[in-house]
């Protein structure tokens, strides 16, 4: 271990902390808005990567199929379980819900046709996974709102399963590894630096800084949070859950379909690889106290070097020591905060 | 007992493939079952019970396999691995609840995966294999039938002693864990211990299945203990009913016939290839809490109208020893609480003695129930003596003033909405009794029940409540829940009663009919604090009054003096600008 494989580690360790970083801070805003666990986050991120894999290859991907099938769960949901009057209302909205799933499944059909450039397929891509949150919720969530913080886990979970399983069928086994969006290089000190790492750490600072920002100084991010705390009170204020719900999961989702696009070039990623990304958001998420974004996003950070270390030193054991530092952590959280971590 | 019957009748029907099918539903119910008691029962949900199969599935396997030691010598070294884990693994969880704990424990999971994948000595990520079957007398279980009749006498076994277990002190205190520690601590119950216990039994049972699966599959692997695993055996006793214990083996039956039925039929059905066995278990799972949240048997339950409490004969001859009535006093100077800025007690001094009645009223968020707590123990006071009978008792845990003879109950009802009101009662005698897990496990203790249960009768009875006995304590109305509530401290033999609040939510007859049991108690020699709003009630049946006002006491005295006093009325109504 010498200075520069030190560096180079280094490097690595930001990289992968970045994203780890982007993951904790959608898991925060999840937990602070909606008290969801939201274990499926990092399918948000393979289901990017794997999209915007089939894109640059000229396949429409199976996104697109999905996306319209939520859709129509989401209008039939709507027509189905309300009232006459709010029938009128959901017909009305009707168009709003299923346009955006439309648009897009358009443009990738034409991004495929007519191979459109990295940066657009990269657009359409973001925007697909980004409009899956919303409609996951309505289908999933939205029934549960009463529940606690341990079921809406449990049924995260399930649904964590469901996405897994679609995204082998949606995907197929093989993984896939793009060439990265900004394709430069630069060498500091003769270590080379590629333009992408940078790419991420600054996306990774400016939604940390604009999360931070909007939920604890903005009006928008304290009813989102107010919602959560105490959903009745929230709606006696005139702060609707189901938007706040909506809200969270569209930030979510998109917050991991930019992970995705991102990472692709990183790594290659598998129908699978984005659970254990997940579980390590968690990590850095619950230092902070599923609470706070600037803690999480430094937990973030330093796991990812402290993964890249471990890799170098043990590296068959380096998962081993990632999730096994949790329980400590949990045990300092919930000693600094008693009674915390119940329902 | 049909269950049985089918049992004893399988082996003589079903083929080998459809007995080593039913076995492996045997064992998964056998961890299932354990979460059944871990989740549905304490209220400590874990991700992590398929890492427990592992630890005891590789313990033998590489016991069996580097050692050459014989598959039933290394059954106990298999519960004490997995018991010694989950001891250490309780430290934790004890101090963790909710979603935290459900963290842990998925975190726990995947750390164990890694680890079985990444030692040499557990064979890497391929495994360990030719591990020696069980063997009885010289013959290999190879054939699936006494396997199968293996699996499913110690299945059996296991409903048996958890049934007897939660049938018995320890077993309500387990079910009493379910709201939070509050409630349970007041009535004397250790928690922590009540927790660990818990945990580790549900491992133990784990470590089971993984040495039986070891010597039944013959082959491990990580695969089989990964956290996917963990999260099917919860899902099994979600799906079944984790408040039964007979949900674990429905729930276990339904995932583990489905499934091959599932990749068998789907792939067909959708021409097309992939694991699809996730998605429907995923889909499943989302929609059971969308609409039956407490699972399929409890549904399937009440869809025909049964009930999961089941009455019993009760010996009223047979009740427990009271204790010595001698007289008690508790004497509190100088209480002193602040939170944060907010100095909630300021220098309160009370007196209650054996015999007499002393009401403490004050308008709302003037500190009383804070008072209560730092009474009871449930918070630490900043400065003051409590005594109690003379002794010291502050600092100490709710726990131990309640075993010294403090009986209490609380603002919101914290009763167990499941549980017959008989049990609910018989909680608040937990202290009195000392039957041990093991003894309820095995019905060693049943005299000392009998006598638990014939005082909580003789309370209820005293209460008036006698016919609600083996109603669901949750079916009651409030005020009677109230009631219930005074029940159950009553039940804990106590020489001072704190009630807070016991009239609220009462209609006046109602509230008559409390206020001369109330007297009758101090009749009989208790001593009662008891702070109420309604003052009509207070006036007429407390002896002294003590008013608070912003943390302060600012009258104290006969309710005579107490209503004429400038201070009082004017904290109440106001005075004139």
Redesign the interface.
């Known amino acids: 271990m010498n200075a520069f494989v030190a560096a180079f580690l280094a490097q690595d360790g930001l990289s992968n902390g970045a994203i780890y970083c982007l993951l904790a801070i959608a898991l925060v805003l999840m937990f602070a808005v909606t008290r969801i666990i939201f274990i499926p986050q990092g399918e948000f991120i393979s289901y990017a990567a794997l999209s915007y894999g089939a894109l640059r290859e000229g396949r429409v991907p199976g996104t697109v199929g999905f996306l319209l099938v939520l859709a129509a769960c989401t209008v039939v949901l709507d027509l189905l379980g309300t009232s006459a009057g709010m029938r009128m209302a959901s017909l009305r909205r009707l168009p709003r819900r299923v346009a955006p799933a439309l648009v897009l499944s358009a443009l990738a059909l034409l991004s495929a046709r007519l191979h459109l450039p990295a940066v657009v397929d990269a657009l359409i891509t973001i925007a697909m996974v980004a409009c899956m949150g919303p409609m996951l919720f309505r289908i999933v969530f939205r029934r549960l709102a009463q529940a606690s913080s341990l079921v809406l886990l449990i049924v995260a979970v399930a649904l964590h399963l469901v996405l897994l399983g679609l995204g082998l069928y949606f995907f197929g086994p093989e993984g896939v590894r793009t060439d990265p969006l900004f394709d430069m290089n630069f060498v500091l000190n003769g270590l080379p630096i590629k333009a992408q790492t940078l790419v991420i750490l600054a996306t990774c600072l400016v939604l940390v800084g604009v999360l931070f920002v909007i939920s604890e100084r903005s009006l928008t991010g304290k009813a989102l949070r107010a919602a959560a705390i105490n959903p009745i009170g929230a709606r006696l204020m005139g702060i609707s859950a189901e938007l706040s719900g909506e809200t969270a999961f569209l930030v979510a989702a998109f917050i991991g379909g930019v992970s995705g696009v991102l990472i692709s070039s990183a790594t290659t990623i598998y129908y699978d690889s984005g659970f254990l990304l997940g579980l390590k958001g968690f990590v850095a998420g619950i230092l902070g106290g599923l609470a706070s974004f600037p803690v999480a996003a430094i937990g973030a950070i330093g796991l990812g070097l402290l993964e890249s270390y471990a890799s170098f030193y043990a590296s068959a054991f380096k998962e081993t020591i990632v999730f096994s530092l949790i329980i400590p952590i949990l045990l300092w959280r919930s000693l600094a905060q008693p009674g915390k971590g119940a329902h | 007992m049909a269950i049985v019957a089918l049992i004893i009748a399988a082996p003589f029907v079903l083929g080998d493939y459809q007995l080593a099918l039913l076995t492996y539903v045997g064992l998964s119910a056998i961890a299932a079952l354990g979460l059944v008691l871990l989740t549905g029962k304490a209220g400590l949900?874990s991700?992590g019970q398929a890492a427990f199969v592992g630890i005891g599935a590789y313990v033998s396997a590489i016991l069996t396999l580097r050692a050459g030691w014989s598959p039933w010598t290394t059954l106990p070294v298999s519960f004490q691995g997995a018991g010694a884990c989950a001891w250490a693994g309780a430290l934790?969880v004890v101090?963790?609840?909710?979603?935290?704990?459900?963290?842990?424990t998925?975190?726990?999971g995947?750390?164990m995966f890694?680890?079985f994948g990444?030692l040499e000595i557990t064979g890497g990520q391929s495994g360990l294999s030719g591990i020696p079957p069980l063997s009885v007398a010289g013959t290999a279980f190879t054939s699936a039938v006494p396997s199968f009749v293996f699996v499913w006498a110690v299945l059996l076994a296991c409903i048996a002693m958890l049934a007897n277990l939660l049938d018995s002190r320890m077993g309500r205190a387990i079910r009493a864990l379910k709201d939070?520690d509050l409630m349970a601590e007041a009535m004397g119950i250790d928690t922590d211990a009540a927790k660990t216990w818990s945990f580790v039994i549900a491992c133990v049972m784990a470590g089971f299945v993984g040495w039986f699966y070891a010597h039944f599959q013959r082959f491990v692997n990580p695969t089989a203990f990964s956290l996917g695993q963990g999260?099917e055996y919860?899902?099994m006793a979600?799906l079944g009913g984790a408040n039964m214990l007979w949900g674990a083996v429905a729930g276990a039956a339904i995932v583990t016939l489905l499934k091959p039925l599932l990749q068998a039929t789907l792939p067909g059905l959708l021409g097309?290839t992939?694991?699809?066995?996730?998605?429907v278990?995923?889909?499943?799972?989302?929609l059971l809490?969308?609409f039956a949240?407490e699972g399929l048997l409890p549904r399937l339950q009440r869809l025909t109208g049964g009930s999961s409490i089941t009455p019993r004969p009760i010996h009223p001859g047979a009740r427990l020893p009271a204790g010595p009535t001698a007289s008690a006093s508790l004497v509190v100077e100088g209480a002193r609480k602040s939170f944060g800025g907010i100095v909630a007690n300021a220098d309160v001094s009370l007196l209650v003695n054996s015999g007499e009645i002393v009401a403490l009223i004050g308008p709302n968020g003037a500190g009383k129930s804070t008072f209560f707590d730092l009474v009871t123990g449930v918070t630490k006071a900043d400065a003051g003596r409590f005594l109690l009978n003379g002794q010291s008792i502050a600092g100490r845990t709710s726990r131990e003033i309640a075993r010294l003879g403090i009986g209490r109950s609380f603002q919101h009802v914290r009763l167990i909405t499941e549980m017959s009101s008989l049990e609910n009662v018989a909680l608040g005698a937990h202290r009195r009794g000392i039957g041990s897990m093991l003894a309820g496990m095995l019905r060693l203790e049943r005299r000392e029940e009998q006598a638990l249960l014939a005082e909580a009768q003789a309370q209820l009875d005293r209460v008036g409540l006698a016919d609600c006995a083996w109603l669901a304590a949750g079916s009651l109305a409030l005020g009677q829940q109230r009631i219930l509530e005074v029940a159950r401290a009553l039940a804990g033999d106590p020489q001072i009663l704190l009630l807070d609040e016991p009239a609220a939510g009462l209609r006046l007859q109602e509230k008559q009919t409390l206020a001369h049991f109330i007297r009758s108690l101090r009749d009989d020699g208790l001593g009662i604090l008891l702070v109420e709003h309604d003052m009509d009630f207070v006036m007429t049946l407390a002896d002294r009054v003590v008013v608070m006002e912003f943390g302060r006491i600012i009258a104290s005295g006969t309710p005579h003096s107490v209503q004429n006093d400038a201070r009082v009325q004017e904290a109440y109504l106001g005075a004139a600008e």
């Open positions: 949900s991700f934790v101090r963790l609840s909710g979603h935290y704990l459900s963290l842990a998925i975190a726990f995947v750390a890694y680890l990444g939070g999260i919860l899902f979600v097309m992939g694991n699809f066995e996730g998605v278990f995923g889909l499943l799972v989302i809490f969308q949240a």
